[in-house]
Each structure stands twice: as C-alpha cells, then as structure tokens.
C-alpha cells in the first residue's frame, strides 16, 4: 500500500499478512515527501533512489531556503529513529515562520 515516492522504505515491508510494525515516522516521511512536492513542482525520488545529499540539485532546490531543504532532508530521512517527528516538524515551521536565524534542525531531539 502507498503512492510509489510518497511511501516510508519501512512501511514498503507491509505484505498483508505479517506486517512490519511501523508508527507515525511513516506519515512524517510521506509529509517531508509531499512538501518536496509542493515546493519543487517534482516528484520526490522513491526511497530507493533517495540521496538527501542531492535531493535539491537543480534548479527546483533554489526555490526552497536552507532551513526548508533541512526540514525535508530531516523528514524523509531513511532511518525512522533518526527522522524528524511531527512534533519537531510543527516547532521547525515555527521557526521558519517566526525567525530565520533559527536552524531547523536545533528544535530536534538530541
């Protein structure tokens, strides 16, 4: 189950019979994916093509400041422990919003 690009690796392990178990770093991964969208016109690479050290290659990435390509870099990390969470996504577009000499990537988890 999943839109292909859209979907977490972890949750691409789901057969129907003996699922993964995954949590809600599924969905953060799928918003860090449609943000990529929203922002760049482009699909996001499937996970198996994902380099977050190239994602914002090209001209799409100069749409997008600094602090934003973090925010996406750290919601479709590949590692569920190590991306960010809803909780951290909501307090770095805060930030964004609020002062853009806050890094978005100091209001996540140590």
Known sequence: MGTPHYIAPEAEVYD???PEPYGVAVD?????????YMLT??????????NLDT????PEGSRCSE?????????????PYYRMNITEAV???EAL??????????????
């Open 91 to 93: 307090k770095a577009v």
């Open 55 to 58: 994602l914002f290659d090209g």
């Open 28 to 36: 953060c991964y799928s918003l860090g994916a449609t943000l990529y």
């Open 16 to 18: 129907g019979e003996n």
């Open 41 to 50: 016109k482009k699909h996001p690479p499937g996970h198996q093509h994902l």
């Open 67 to 79: 602090n934003t390509k973090k925010m996406i870099k750290a919601l479709m990390n590949k590692d």
């Open 97 to 110: 919003g609020s002062d853009s000499r806050i890094e978005v990537l100091d209001v996540m988890r140590a």
